[in-house]
């Protein structure tokens, strides 16, 4: 069992940066896949980025365009998400979630444990 706490979240302006982290409690951190996924009100939970267990591999969802990078420091039981450039589409609460796989999955359901989400709000 991994329990996740994400923090970093808050107010920004159009085209500014915010960094994400995720804290996981227990031992077993470096055995499972990372990901981000966010929600905007009115709308389904989507996938941002994702990690491997390792730190080797990432992915990210096709709106990323390089504005946003996914990282991990398994020592510090951490994974990051750094956002640059910011947009308002960007608003969201953002969660971060672990899958027992040793791939960097972009599919949801592979994802068992979740934070309780940290809120992104970027104003025009």
């Known amino acids: 069992q991994v329990q996740l706490v994400e923090s970093g979240g808050g107010l920004v302006q159009a085209g500014g940066s915010l960094r994400l982290s995720c804290a996981a409690s227990g031992r077993t951190f470096s055995t499972y896949a990372m990901g981000w996924f966010r929600q905007a009100p009115g709308k389904e939970r989507e996938f941002v980025a994702a990690i491997s267990r390792s730190g080797s591999d990432t992915n990210y969802a096709d709106f990323v365009k390089g504005r946003l990078t996914i990282s991990r420091d398994n020592a510090k039981n951490t994974v990051y998400l750094q956002m640059n450039n910011l947009k308002p589409e960007d608003t969201a609460v953002y969660y971060c979630?672990?899958?027992?796989?040793?791939?960097?999955?972009?599919?949801?359901?592979?994802?068992?444990?979740w934070g309780q989400g940290t809120q992104v709000t970027v104003s025009s």
């Open positions: 979630a672990a899958a027992p796989l040793g791939v960097a999955s972009g599919n949801r359901n592979y994802y068992h444990h």
